[in-house]
């Protein structure tokens, strides 16, 4: 699988907007990038997957750049129920099972 | 919403005892995954499931493991003899998809621990 960079940390206000970035230099053309997170104590819960153009969900936004090698997690307006650890996977479209490699993500701690 | 759910929440037991972690995926369903994480550490891919049969594997999910789908609605990850490496939080996941795109539907999680 592709390997993706995410910083180890960020942090956010309560309300204000977070960006997550990821970059995914070696992301092939069948590859779709994923977003999932992981409360605490929680399993891992889906978050948005886009391909090549921008995406939004009722839980955020992804914006991935023009030569793909980079994409960005948008959460408009961050609560405390956000505090989670964000991953960013690539998955390729192609025969075999769906397997998720989870890399360490970013913790994203919200201030009250 | 639907959702994947597992039993038990917890489970303690003696190192070479034989353990059986139990997931029901949603119902419509057709692939289903066990993941693991040790604490502290990644999530990672154990075994994926279709058809009643093994899909792929990764090399943690030894001749230790095992997984079933007993009838409908229940599937099983066995371990028959746990080792203190064992110890870890197990998920099991569910897909409409056997391929990406797609989301995985993941449970809360058995947390397993080998005295």
């Known amino acids: 699988d592709a390997k993706t960079t995410q910083p180890n940390s960020m942090e956010s206000n309560e309300e204000e907007p977070v960006h997550l970035p990821c970059n995914h230099s070696?992301?092939?053309?069948?590859?779709?990038i994923h977003w999932y997170r992981q409360l605490p104590s929680q399993g891992p819960e889906y978050v948005i997957h886009g391909l090549t153009s921008n995406v939004n969900n009722r839980m955020a936004s992804l914006a991935i750049a023009e030569d793909r090698k980079s994409s960005t997690l948008i959460l408009h307006r961050a609560t405390l129920r956000d505090a989670a650890v964000y991953y960013c996977i690539l998955a390729y479209s192609g025969a075999g099972s769906y397997q998720l490699t989870f890399g360490k993500g970013t913790k994203l701690s919200v201030i009250p | 919403e639907p959702e994947v759910t597992q039993t038990p929440s917890h489970q303690v037991t003696q190192m070479g005892q034989e353990v059986i972690l139990r997931c029901v995926p949603i119902?419509?369903?057709?692939?289903f995954y066990w993941y693991r994480q040790i604490l502290g550490q990644k999530v990672e891919f154990l075994v994926s499931f279709y058809n009643n049969e093994i899909s792929e594997k990764s090399e943690i999910f030894d001749d230790q493991f095992s997984v079933e789908r007993p009838d409908g609605s229940n599937f099983t990850l066995k371990i028959r003899s746990t080792k203190l490496e064992d110890s870890a939080m197990y998920f099991c996941a569910s897909s409409v998809r056997g391929q990406a795109p797609g989301e995985l539907f993941f449970g809360e999680g058995s947390r397993l621990t080998v005295l």
């Open positions: 070696t992301i092939s053309g069948t590859d779709y």
């Open positions: 119902s419509n369903h057709l692939y």
